[in-house]
């Protein structure tokens, strides 16, 4: 494998979509894929199979939903501008609002072309990032309670509350209590309930029959609500890795780096904002002060080859010496990194690949100059 390349396996995602929709069915809720964290369109067919919706948080993304997975979107922006609503409108089953002044703005252009939905804050969220907490204070994202009327505008008929960032079942049902308390009273004048992304129930740990137990507890309290989640990363996770290769090493006051022809900042951003630090195949990651140890003992930093300097990441003790050439593989790369990648530098986006279940390698995609000449256009 001569270049960098993104890889998506046919088996881990159809055994996450089996995972999802065998949930649905049991909570009798709907599951629906968020664009934001997944958007191989070239992969629709397969999820056709098993979901019926997505979600959109934007026109383009509104757009592939309608073109290319073949369904209306449920859509929910910050905030929608007078230049792309209809368009928006036209291309969205649900569409929910991010404040009641949006509502007031656009409602009456989208009124019996869509569900209309408004989103609330439950001012409750145990995402310990605040890069990711969209309830932390001074969010921007929703309506808190006590600024809702009493009596809901006739033709709102959902609320859309997002709260949790690849979190377990027993974090929904604490948060359950804070949107309960505080919204419940409106219930009975809407139809459906979105509870968002977050719910990474393809992860191993995560307690599949506890969620279902939840999900149908709410259905009985509230059985004429319908349910929504509409994670992103459950669909993705552990599907595939980014395999990248040593183009050189370099070595610093006892620090040695493994140069790749792949980038954190334009191919792994994540990395770098949430921080996290990826599985590397065949090696351990080590605590940043180890750089002191020898050089014998086959420790990296890994460094990305664009010219921000901070565009590395440390360390990964190998058990061997790392040669120019060799690949680096990075486990669990294609939820939300596929989706952020970006051309600074100009650097060239690795390739996409579906590995299928015969085994077979298909390139869904090459990038080239063209990719970066025609975003500056």
């Known amino acids: 494998m ?121 001012e409750y969220s145990e995402v310990g990032t605040m890069l990711y907490n969209p309830c932390a204070p ?16 006739q033709d709102i008929e959902g609320f859309h509350c997002h709260c949790h960032c690849e979190s377990g079942s027993d974090v929904l049902e604490r948060t359950l209590v804070h949107i309960e308390k505080k919204f419940s009273r409106w219930f009975p004048q809407i139809k459906w309930l979105n509870l968002g992304g977050g719910h990474l129930m393809t992860r191993k740990d995560y307690d599949t029959s506890h969620l279902i137990n939840i999900l149908k507890g709410l259905h009985e309290r509230y059985p004429w609500l ?58 351990e990651h080590i605590d940043e002060t180890s750089h002191l140890l020898p050089l014998t003992s086959h420790l990296y930093r890994l460094g990305g080859n664009s010219c921000l300097s901070g565009d590395f990441m440390a360390s990964w003790r190998f058990d061997h010496e790392l040669q120019v050439g060799e690949e680096v593989i990075f486990e669990d790369m294609i939820h939300y990194t596929t989706v952020k990648t970006n051309t600074f530098n100009g650097i060239t986006h690795p390739s996409i690949a579906m590995l299928h279940e015969d085994g077979k390698l298909e390139i869904l995609r090459q990038f080239g100059y063209e990719d970066y000449r025609n975003r500056m256009d």
């Open 226 to 283: 319908k349910i929504i989640l509409e994670p992103g990363s459950a669909f993705a996770w552990q599907t595939g890795p980014l395999v990248s290769h040593v183009v050189d090493i370099v070595e610093d006051k006892g620090i040695r780096t493994a140069i790749l022809d792949v980038s954190f900042t334009c191919h792994m951003p994540d990395c770098l904002e949430m921080p996290y630090f990826p599985d590397v195949r065949g090696a």
């Open 138 to 153: 001074g969010t921007r994202f929703g309506v808190t309670c006590e600024k809702l009327p009493e009596t809901l505008p």
């Open 2 to 122: 001569a270049t960098p390349m993104y890889i998506i396996e046919e088996k881990k995602l159809r055994r996450n979509l089996q995972l999802i929709a065998d949930v649905a069915k049991a909570a009798d809720v709907e599951i629906i894929l968020a664009f934001k964290a997944f958007a191989l369109w070239k992969t629709f067919p397969i999820f056709r199979e098993y979901i019926n919706s997505t979600t959109a948080s934007s026109l383009s993304e509104a757009r592939l939903a309608l073109e290319e997975f073949g369904a209306k979107a449920h859509t929910y922006s910050p905030a929608y501008t007078d230049d792309e609503f209809g368009e928006i409108v036209k291309c969205s089953s649900h569409l929910t609002f991010n404040s009641l002044s949006q509502y007031e703005r656009f409602h009456d252009r989208a009124e019996g072309k869509a569900s209309i939905g408004l989103r609330v804050n439950p």
